[in-house]
T-cell receptor, first 112, second 117 residues
Framework: KAGVTQTPRYLIKTRGQQVTLSCSPISGHRSVSWYQQTPGQGLQFLFE???????NKGNFPGRFSGRQFSNSRSEMNVSTLELGDSALYLC???????????FGQGTRLTVV | AQTVTQSQPEMSVQEAETVTLSCTYD???????LFWYKQPPSRQMILVIR??????QNATENRFSVNFQKAAKSFSLKISDSQLGDAAMYFC??????????????FGKGTLLTVNP
């Protein structure tokens, strides 16, 4: 089985732009969650999606949004990028009923 | 809100020796899970070991074992016979047992483990 795939692996954007990150979960996994990892704040939960519905949301501004498609693939979007949004964004998928989350290798976003 | 604290930003160990990484947490819940994740330079988070709060027996996975002290809210990871491949950032994490819904991991800040040959 293929693991969790995140694209792109690296991204450089300019302040004020918007960005979309993609996550393809493990086949059969219907839950996808997103985390932001920075040196200062560590790993912080962004949101979780299941069956195209957001089930849980972390404490992030409305500039951070996401969605999930019928094939369970998920995207997260950050609008009006700020320098502080530079981070590693990790996606994790899991079987909703049982099991723990499996993580992808992340997308490294740099805002300049 | 739940919090997870790792008081050791960095640790080092000699190859083949044993090292213990510390973690404490704070929660008012009685039913939850605790984890240790490993993040090597490849950046992928890998689950090392999991502990259910209702189980008194400490979890073990090969060379990795935990010391779970529920009353003290302590959850340490012991790595025996350390190998060069164990070098990584280690994160302690917590989640409530919400019956499959509301899945959210709360992480500590991590401990960078160096293994010296």
């Amino acid at each position: 089985k293929a693991g969790v795939t995140q694209t792109p692996r690296y991204l450089i954007k300019t302040r004020g732009q918007q960005v979309t990150l993609s996550c393809s979960p493990i086949s059969g996994h219907r839950s996808v969650s997103w985390y932001q990892q920075t040196p200062g704040q560590g790993l912080q939960f962004l949101f979780e999606y299941f069956s195209e519905t957001q089930r849980n949301k972390g404490n992030f501004p409305g500039r951070f949004s996401g969605r999930q498609f019928s094939n369970s693939r998920s995207e997260m979007n950050v609008s009006t990028l700020e320098l502080g949004d530079s981070a590693l964004y990790l996606c994790a998928s899991r079987d909703r009923v049982i099991g723990e989350a499996f993580f992808g290798q992340g997308t490294r976003l740099t805002v300049v | 809100a739940q919090t997870v604290t790792q008081s050791q930003p960095e640790m080092s160990v000699q190859e083949a020796e044993t090292v213990t990484l510390s973690c404490t947490y704070d929660t008012s819940e009685s039913d939850y899970y605790l984890f240790w994740y490993k993040q090597p330079p490849s950046r992928q988070m890998i689950l090392v070991i999991r502990q259910e709060a209702y189980k008194q027996q400490n979890a073990t996975e090969n060379r990795f074992s935990v010391n779970f002290q529920k009353a003290a809210k302590s959850f340490s990871l012991k790595i025996s016979d350390s190998q060069l491949g164990d070098a990584a950032m280690y994160f302690c994490a917590y989640r409530e047992n919400s019956g499959g819904s509301n899945y959210k991991l709360t992480f500590g800040k991590g401990t960078l483990l160096t293994v010296n040959p």
